[in-house]
Structure formats: structure tokens, C-alpha cells
């Protein structure tokens, strides 16, 4: 007994969309990319790149906790600098004095507070007393659609003779401003590359 096939049977579903189906199966995360490098601009860009594989509800708990007052902001921006950031480690010590991670750096986040009936905002970064390395920060523009982020380097030799806390303002188009902002920003790749 012989079976003939015609061509229809080769023929490949008008419905058939592997990217459809593969992302109706998996929790997969898109992130997104500047020249093949991830390069977040927003807060729930950052949330997928550490949690991208949790479920919908679990990364929204997350994403509003972070917004609230005393969210877990600094200790969330040190998993996202350890996960981009294959040359160090955190240190075990969690209560180490004078940075967060082996190679000597410490991450700082910064959210926004309104600062004045104009719209303006001022993020503060704080605690920097007694630290003796780079400062990775990472500023959050509270209250904007989707909270946009922006990035800074600051050598130790630079805030070690700043008054703390330090004050990045953002104006009412909540984009930082001032001379600190201008001198030490940065992009996303810049603010995880080593020997900083």
C-alpha cells in the first residue's frame, strides 16, 4: 500500500507564527537594545532584565514596591549591576563598610521627590560617607509615564568632598540638569564596565 502526498500537504499554515506561539508558552522578555546592547531607559526595563523570568504578577509586585517610599530600591539596583556586571561579586558581608561589590564600587539609586510647584524634582543620593570607590548610580524619574532612568559614574575623588546628600535635579520635563548631571552622566554600558 503507497500513500500519496500532494503539495498541500507540505503547505505551511497561514496561522502558523513561531514567535506567537513560542511567547504564548514562555515568559519570555524583550529588552531592549542599542547596537546589541541593552540599554534600559525605563524602571520596568531594568525589573524585566532581573525578573524576566517570573511570572506577570510577581514582577508587578516588585515594579509598585519599588515606586513606594521604602521599597527595596538600593538592594534591587545592586542585582541589576550583578547580573550586567560578570567581573565582581557583591560582597557576602551585606553590612561592609566602603562599597557594595569586590571590585570597590557601590550602587546607589536615587528617586526623584518633587521639589517645588514648577514640576521640578530633586533625586538624592545619599549614604556615601563611607564609601571609597566609583558610585554606579542610578536615578529614577518618579511620577513620569513608564519612570524613566538615567545613569551616572562618580569617582570617589569627586563626592568625597561634596556636602551629602547630593541633589540631581530634574526639571518639569523630568531630564536631569546641573553640572554634576553634565559632568558625570552616562549610558547604561558605561555605568557596568569594569575597573571603574
Known amino acids: 500500500m503507497s500513500i500519496m502526498l500532494n503539495e498541500d500537504f507540505f503547505k ?12 504564548e508558552t514562555l515568559p519570555i522578555t524583550v529588552v531592549p537594545t542599542h547596537g546589541g546592547k541593552f540599554e534600559p531607559k525605563f524602571l520596568h526595563e531594568l525589573v524585566d532584565s532581573v525578573y524576566g523570568n517570573y511570572v506577570a504578577e510577581a514582577k508587578d ?5 519599588l515606586k513606594t517610599e521604602d521599597g527595596p ?7 541589576v549591576l550583578e547580573k550586567h556586571m560578570p567581573f565582581t561579586k557583591r560582597h557576602i558581608n551585606r553590612r561592609q563598610k566602603g562599597s557594595d561589590f569586590l571590585d570597590g564600587t557601590d550602587a ?7 521639589y517645588s ?6 533625586a538624592t543620593i545619599s549614604g556615601v560617607e563611607n564609601k571609597t570607590g566609583t558610585l554606579r548610580v542610578c536615578i529614577c524619574a518618579w511620577g513620569q509615564h ?3 532612568v538615567y545613569f551616572m559614574l562618580i ?5 568625597s568632598t561634596w556636602k551629602s546628600p547630593m541633589k540631581i535635579t530634574l526639571r518639569n520635563t523630568k531630564n536631569p540638569i546641573g553640572d554634576k548631571w553634565n559632568k558625570y552622566r552616562c549610558s547604561f554600558q558605561d555605568v557596568i564596565q569594569p575597573g571603574v
Open 117 to 122: 510647584a514648577d514640576g521640578t524634582v530633586q
Open 108 to 114: 546607589k539609586f536615587a528617586g526623584g521627590a518633587r
Open 73 to 79: 530600591k538600593g538592594s534591587f539596583w545592586e542585582q
Open 61 to 65: 509586585a516588585l515594579y509598585h514596591q
Open 155 to 159: 569617582p570617589y575623588s569627586e563626592y
Open 146 to 148: 513608564l519612570h524613566q
Open 12 to 23: 505551511v499554515c497561514d496561522d502558523y507564527d513561531p514567535v506567537k506561539i513560542i511567547a
